[in-house]
């Protein structure tokens, strides 16, 4: 493969700061995390005729920095932590620091070989609020297990009431969320797909529309994959692993696979007969959950790259 022509750079991000490297070259800058640092990046990286810049996911930290670098016109690569660590442990480097990072960043940005275009910015705000909505109903669920185990009559009225206006909070923003979904034609006929698919609630759907922008548009292996349902071999020579999933999209598969249940998917005859299946050879009960989960995003991106809303099949015998 030919070397890229195109000049890369690498940024470590840290909550305050931000360094940068050049890759192939002893070039580096120390800005701060903040728009005035990114104005000085911008006219640095483009000194230096830099293309294409990588940065690692810093947990929230690159978002306002990678938009900046995009409205001013450099193609940016976000890349995930484990790669990165990975190309160290490649290349034996043990040595880390931030410019160390910076400097490896650049030279992994300049080995990705396809670059995907950037994302839609509408799902940015979209997944904000989904992830709010998310973590309150973690909250929900941290307090009923306080309530489990109050023996306080005070307390335990004092945690039903605040479950109680939490859950209304969910409500609220979920229907809001969903307003503000159906106010763009596209996205809210890709959710009228979604929510046509039996045993698929409102709420799953959001999910997945958010989640996973690219689904009706890849394969059904690619969307497992995303989902993290995908089951990855493990076998050396004669010895065949056991299949684990892995990867993928930590809270997609957290809606995927509480949709799967069987008290949600009894109104799926299709998934509950994959799941009396699996079950009937002796496959254990969350092995065939996850499967049935898998199955569910696979049906989820067929109705949406088909155009045509779910039609229920009867269940195989």
Not at 69 to 75: H, Q
Not at 80 to 97: D, G, H, M
Request: proline share 4%.
């Amino acid at each position: 493969m030919a070397k890229l022509s195109m000049v890369c750079a690498g940024i470590d991000i840290g909550k305050f700061k931000l360094d940068a490297a050049i890759e192939g070259r002893n070039e580096s800058l120390e800005v701060g995390n903040s728009p005035d640092g990114y104005i000085a990046l911008a006219a640095w990286l483009r000194r230096h005729r830099v293309k294409r810049v990588g940065m690692e996911a810093s947990g929230g930290y690159e978002l306002p920095l990678m938009a900046a670098l995009r409205r001013t016109g450099f193609v940016v690569v976000c890349l995930q932590p484990i790669q990165v660590r990975a190309y160290a442990t490649f290349k034996l480097q043990r040595a880390k620091n931030d410019r160390i990072d910076a400097a490896l960043i650049a030279t992994c940005t300049a080995a990705v070989a396809e670059v995907r275009p950037p994302p839609d910015p509408r799902f940015a705000v979209l997944a904000s609020r989904l992830t709010m909505i998310e973590q309150l109903t973690e909250d929900v669920a941290r307090l009923k297990t306080r309530c489990e185990a109050c023996r306080d009559p005070h307390g335990l009225e004092f945690w039903r009431a605040e479950i109680a206006r939490l859950k209304a909070c969910i409500r609220t923003e979920l229907k809001q969320l969903v307003a503000d979904i159906r106010k763009h034609s596209d996205l809210a006929a890709r959710l009228e797909l979604l929510t046509s698919v039996d045993g698929v609630g409102l709420r799953t759907a959001v999910a997945v529309l958010i989640r996973m922008p690219e689904i009706g548009n890849v394969s059904r292996e690619q969307a497992a994959a995303l989902a993290g349902l995908a089951p990855y071999d493990d076998d050396s020579g004669s010895r065949t692993g056991q299949r684990h999933i892995a990867f993928g999209r930590e809270r997609l598969r957290t809606s995927l696979y509480a949709a799967s249940l069987p008290a949600a998917f009894k109104w799926n005859q299709q998934l509950m007969a994959h799941y009396r299946r699996l079950t009937g050879q002796g496959k254990p009960h969350k092995v065939a959950l996850v499967a049935c989960a898998r199955k569910l995003i696979i049906f989820l991106n067929t109705v949406v790259a088909r155009g045509t809303p779910w039609i229920a099949k009867p269940a195989a015998i």
